[in-house]
């Protein structure tokens, strides 16, 4: 994770200070400043646009130079600070040192020809005076870039590192076909065969519905709440004739969420662990309640027990719960929800919230 | 040993109880079964109260599972564990030499059970299951499922309580007695709770990949940190992601939060 924050910045040594873009802003400035200056240049164009742009170039290369260099500053002197002076200095000891230069031999020094002071005054001045502001420019500009990109680099990794664990998570689910479920229901339904009982070919039913939506179930993206209520039902019906002396339920829906999509296995997550962690663990065991309905721009899917209620470890329920967690946030980003609460006297109740319009998550 | 033997048949399933009397009418029709248990406890008061001379238990049953009534019961009975498919139970079932049946049963599975109970019957007085693996079982029926990382925190939000996922968890700072949680409600805004458990008893129980102490009173979630901002003589403080809170880093923490 924090290697990311190390990598976030941006390349060094010569790459960085003279950088293409670094080298056009540099030159478009001093084209600019050589352009306003025009009018009051007493001497030819191209001296003007050499002069100027060879002291933008210099102080470029200190404005880089004391970007990386020295490498530690004490803690009191900002680099930043270093950087605008170097520029704020750079730009007229450069004018200076062009007309030094260009002094032909014999002639007096140039600060005693009135043309060429003049020239030279204009020139630092100026520079002077808009020098620093460029760099402080770039510097906000740079800090701004540096700040995205690692804002980028962070997402991209969060993203990337939540597809691979649900990823993960959506394969082990879908490995995991409860054969202790499978086999107690065989043996229930082959106890009713055996007996005769008429109710037989019904739970043989609920058995088919349940293994037909069930199976296939977590390689599709979304189903309807009309698809998991029939999964659940089938379920519950089952579960009711393995337990028929400890579970009682009951199913309530507004028809009109019945044709909502919801990622596969919503509601009957939330069954399945109140089964498996209220009802069944209890001996008086209690009753399962689920309920669907609209509330305001939002789905609510309720499935309520009084079964034992969830142990203080806190760790002994979950992982169904978890992933659905998981895969409601990829579904619908932050605009769905999974809530958990204890009843009184004992109990639990789940609840998923749904956007009734579907946002890109 | 009286003429006609006594069962218990202990099961949570009503069907699967009254197959197993059926079928044990058929293959041992002498056989009297004076008893069915619905869970582990009536399971045990009908043993005092009838003393049955075989004992048939479902291993996982509410409340008291059958390997503590087998426990109970010891050498006082014969026993038979049923278990449905559960390749970990019934490996050990093979390997412990005791006798098992798993569910469905099969009718000649059933019958070799019987066989060797009734030549049990006669001969022999009955042996206590291996208390190693009686423990064995029992360990694995209580960590179902399986234990891990701390998945939820019981909290108290104003009158109601909370079960809070620790993947909503931004922070984690001791108070006192009590612990504080910053964590993020269904509408992701900031929030806080309260729970009894000291931090330092939560810490074990955290998922080390997630969440890293910074300071003796304090553990944060990695995924909740917007930077770590430098301090004096190696310590640190931490902002968060739209939160407020700033969470100090010591000296003896710092090295979770150095580049690596």
Same mark, same amino acid.
């Given at each position: 994770?924090?290697?990311?924050?190390?990598?976030?910045?941006?390349?060094?040594?010569?790459?960085?200070?003279?950088?293409?873009?670094?080298?056009?802003?540099?030159?478009?400035?001093?084209?600019?400043?050589?352009?306003?200056?025009?009018?009051?240049?007493?001497?030819?164009?191209?001296?003007?646009?050499?002069?100027?742009?060879?002291?933008?170039?210099?102080?470029?290369?200190?404005?880089?130079?004391?970007?990386?260099?020295?490498?530690?500053?004490?803690?009191?002197?900002?680099?930043?600070?270093?950087?605008?002076?170097?520029?704020?200095?750079?730009?007229?000891?450069?004018?200076?040192?062009?007309?030094?230069?260009?002094?032909?031999?014999?002639?007096?020094?140039?600060?005693?020809?009135?043309?060429?002071?003049?020239?030279?005054?204009?020139?630092?001045?100026?520079?002077?005076?808009?020098?620093?502001?460029?760099?402080?420019?770039?510097?906000?500009?740079?800090?701004?870039?540096?700040?995205?990109?690692?804002?980028?680099?962070?997402?991209?990794?969060?993203?990337?590192?939540?597809?691979?664990?649900?990823?993960?998570?959506?394969?082990?689910?879908?490995?995991?076909?409860?054969?202790?479920?499978?086999?107690?229901?065989?043996?229930?339904?082959?106890?009713?065969?055996?007996?005769?009982?008429?109710?037989?070919?019904?739970?043989?039913?609920?058995?088919?519905?349940?293994?037909?939506?069930?199976?296939?179930?977590?390689?599709?993206?979304?189903?309807?709440?009309?698809?998991?209520?029939?999964?659940?039902?089938?379920?519950?019906?089952?579960?009711?004739?393995?337990?028929?002396?400890?579970?009682?339920?009951?199913?309530?829906?507004?028809?009109?969420?019945?044709?909502?999509?919801?990622?596969?296995?919503?509601?009957?997550?939330?069954?399945?662990?109140?089964?498996?962690?209220?009802?069944?663990?209890?001996?008086?065991?209690?009753?399962?309640?689920?309920?669907?309905?609209?509330?305001?721009?939002?789905?609510?899917?309720?499935?309520?027990?009084?079964?034992?209620?969830?142990?203080?470890?806190?760790?002994?329920?979950?992982?169904?719960?978890?992933?659905?967690?998981?895969?409601?946030?990829?579904?619908?980003?932050?605009?769905?929800?999974?809530?958990?609460?204890?009843?009184?006297?004992?109990?639990?109740?789940?609840?998923?919230?749904?956007?009734?319009?579907?946002?890109?998550? | 040993?009286?003429?006609?033997?006594?069962?218990?048949?202990?099961?949570?399933?009503?069907?699967?109880?009254?197959?197993?009397?059926?079928?044990?009418?058929?293959?041992?029709?002498?056989?009297?079964?004076?008893?069915?248990?619905?869970?582990?406890?009536?399971?045990?008061?009908?043993?005092?109260?009838?003393?049955?001379?075989?004992?048939?238990?479902?291993?996982?049953?509410?409340?008291?599972?059958?390997?503590?009534?087998?426990?109970?019961?010891?050498?006082?009975?014969?026993?038979?564990?049923?278990?449905?498919?559960?390749?970990?139970?019934?490996?050990?079932?093979?390997?412990?030499?005791?006798?098992?049946?798993?569910?469905?049963?099969?009718?000649?599975?059933?019958?070799?059970?019987?066989?060797?109970?009734?030549?049990?019957?006669?001969?022999?007085?009955?042996?206590?299951?291996?208390?190693? #693996?009686?423990? %064995? &079982?029992?360990?694995?029926?209580?960590? /179902?499922?399986? $234990?891990?990382?701390?998945?939820? !925190? *019981? =909290?108290?939000?104003?009158?109601?309580?909370?079960?809070?996922?620790?993947?909503?968890?931004?922070?984690?700072?001791?108070?006192?007695?009590?612990?504080?949680?910053?964590?993020?409600?269904?509408?992701?805004?900031?929030?806080?709770?309260?729970?009894?458990?000291?931090?330092?008893? #939560?810490?074990? %129980? &955290?998922?080390?990949?997630?969440?890293? /102490?910074?300071? $003796?009173?304090?553990?944060?979630? !990695? *995924? =909740?940190?917007?930077?770590?901002?430098?301090?004096?003589?190696?310590?640190?403080?931490?902002?968060?992601?739209?939160?407020?809170?700033?969470?100090?880093?010591?000296?003896?923490?710092?090295?979770?939060?150095?580049?690596?």
């Amino acid at each position: 994770m924090y290697t990311a924050l190390a990598n976030a910045a941006p390349e060094r040594g010569w790459r960085l200070l003279i950088g293409w873009r670094r080298l056009r802003v540099t030159l478009l400035t001093a084209i600019v400043l050589g352009l306003l200056l025009l009018p009051i240049w007493r001497s030819d164009t191209p001296t003007l646009f050499l002069r100027i742009g060879g002291a933008a170039l210099f102080a470029m290369l200190v404005f880089g130079l004391f970007e990386q260099w020295p490498k530690r500053l004490p803690a009191w002197f900002a680099r930043w600070a270093l950087q605008v002076a170097g520029v704020a200095i750079a730009v007229p000891a450069a004018f200076f040192l062009f007309y030094w230069l260009s002094t032909e031999p014999g002639h007096p020094p140039f600060w005693q020809v009135q043309d060429r002071l003049g020239g030279f005054a204009i020139l630092g001045v100026t520079g002077l005076l808009l020098a620093p502001w460029v760099a402080l420019t770039a510097l906000v500009r740079q800090k701004e870039a540096i700040a995205r990109h690692q804002a980028l680099t962070f997402e991209l990794e969060r993203s990337e590192l939540s597809r691979q664990a649900s990823d993960a998570r959506l394969r082990l689910l879908q490995a995991q076909v409860e054969p202790h479920f499978l086999f107690n229901t065989l043996a229930n339904v082959r106890a009713l065969v055996e007996s005769g009982s008429p109710q037989a070919p019904v739970v043989l039913d609920s058995l088919i519905a349940y293994l037909r939506a069930a199976v296939p179930r977590l390689q599709q993206h979304t189903t309807t709440f009309q698809d998991e209520i029939n999964l659940v039902r089938a379920y519950l019906e089952l579960m009711q004739m393995r337990m028929p002396d400890r579970l009682r339920y009951t199913i309530r829906t507004e028809p009109e969420v019945l044709a909502v999509d919801c990622p596969p296995m919503t509601l009957m997550t939330l069954v399945e662990n109140a089964i498996r962690h209220g009802i069944d663990p209890s001996e008086e065991g209690g009753l399962v309640e689920v309920d669907l309905r609209v509330e305001g721009h939002r789905y609510v899917a309720t499935v309520r027990d009084n079964g034992i209620g969830i142990h203080e470890s806190g760790s002994a329920c979950g992982t169904g719960l978890l992933s659905l967690q998981e895969r409601l946030q990829l579904a619908y980003g932050k605009s769905a929800s999974l809530q958990l609460c204890e009843n009184l006297p004992h109990g639990v109740t789940a609840r998923v919230w749904l956007p009734a319009h579907r946002e890109s998550a | 040993m009286s003429a006609v033997p006594k069962a218990l048949i202990a099961d949570d399933e009503p069907l699967l109880r009254q197959e197993l009397a059926l079928r044990l009418g058929d293959v041992w029709p002498e056989l009297n079964i004076v008893a069915q248990a619905r869970n582990g406890r009536e399971a045990i008061a009908q043993f005092e109260a009838l003393r049955p001379d075989v004992c048939f238990l479902d291993v996982r049953m509410p409340g008291i599972s059958g390997v503590e009534v087998a426990r109970h019961i010891g050498s006082r009975a014969h026993l038979v564990f049923v278990t449905a498919y559960d390749s970990y139970a019934v490996e050990a079932f093979a390997q412990g030499a005791v006798d098992y049946l798993v569910k469905p049963i099969l009718r000649e599975r059933l019958s070799e059970t019987v066989t060797r109970l009734r030549s049990r019957l006669t001969r022999s007085q009955p042996a206590a299951a291996p208390e190693s #693996l009686l423990q %064995q &079982l029992a360990t694995y029926l209580q960590a /179902q499922p399986t $234990r891990g990382p701390l998945r939820w !925190l *019981r =909290a108290s939000t104003g009158a109601s309580l909370r079960m809070i996922p620790m993947e909503s968890v931004d922070f984690l700072r001791s108070d006192e007695k009590y612990t504080t949680v910053g964590w993020r409600d269904e509408n992701g805004a900031a929030t806080e709770a309260l729970i009894r458990t000291p931090l330092k008893d #939560l810490i074990e %129980q &955290l998922d080390p990949e997630q969440f890293v /102490q910074s300071h $003796r009173s304090v553990v944060v979630a !990695l *995924r =909740a940190i917007r930077c770590v901002l430098k301090g004096d003589n190696e310590t640190a403080t931490i902002k968060l992601i739209g939160r407020d809170d700033v969470l100090p880093v010591s000296r003896r923490h710092i090295h979770h939060f150095r580049q690596m």
